[in-house]
């Protein structure tokens, strides 16, 4: 199928009130483009040069979402356009982000990334920190970013009992965090949920879903 019908088919599947961020990682311009034709305006990437690249280039109304993991020493390559930056998972790094937006006049929104999943190679936070940073004086006192919500990523295996686990986890994180309120926290989405378990996320309770393959085709790394 083309990226349009895969686009429909997914997008036909997902609820009103779920947002789908399509990865385009590794992929080229021309296939962000046919997304783009096809009414897709979410962008999803995990490197901040290929982003800035892609940026550059795609029209201006696209909205795009740093889905991987940020070091703090490039924020500033993508501070003045970024919409949502999904894997914060350090205070020094909100700080940054914080302080390169104030450089650009804005208020960049962020996810918390909570480690959901059984794997060391996946980043993440605990609940419990999430919480206390949360809580922080020092976190109340940076004006230019706000935490919107909480992302995950389950870990890659076939047990499905255990990815619902995962999500249930962090939906369960995302209900005992809500309650706090900040002028710069603001908890309405939990972003999990990618090719081959978006429909199991959002029966957990995701509002947000990063569909990369089912859309592109099978990524080509080499
Ligand atoms: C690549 C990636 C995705 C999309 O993965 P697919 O399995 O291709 O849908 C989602 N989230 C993150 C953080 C990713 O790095």
């Known amino acids: 199928m083309s990226i349009q019908q895969n686009l429909q088919s997914i997008k036909s599947s997902l609820p009103e009130h779920v947002t789908l961020v399509a990865v385009s990682k590794t992929k080229p311009v021309s296939d962000l483009m046919e997304a783009y034709n096809a009414g897709q305006r979410v962008f999803g990437e995990n490197k901040i040069q290929e982003m800035v690249d892609k940026y550059e280039v795609m029209p201006n109304d696209v909205e795009w979402h740093m889905i991987g993991h940020v070091q703090s020493n490039k924020v500033k390559y993508m501070a003045s356009f970024v919409r ?98 900040k002028d710069n926290c603001l908890l309405n989405t939990v972003s999990m949920g990618m090719s081959g378990d978006y429909k199991l996320a959002i029966n957990c309770g995701s509002t947000m879903v990063r569909v990369g393959s089912s859309i592109f085709g099978i990524r080509n790394y080499s």
């Open 84 to 181: 949502l930056i999904h894997g914060v998972d350090n205070f020094k790094l909100l700080k940054e982000i914080n302080k390169q937006a104030t450089k650009h006049d804005r208020v960049i929104d962020c996810l918390l990334q909570i480690k959901i999943a059984s794997e060391d190679s996946k980043f993440g936070m605990t609940p419990e920190e999430a919480s206390e940073i949360i809580k922080s004086e020092a976190f109340s006192e940076l004006k230019n970013i706000r935490i919107v919500g909480l992302m995950g990523m389950a870990t890659f295996t076939d047990d499905e009992n255990q990815v619902k686990k995962e999500f249930d986890y962090l939906k369960n994180a995302f209900e005992n965090l809500k309650s706090i309120k």
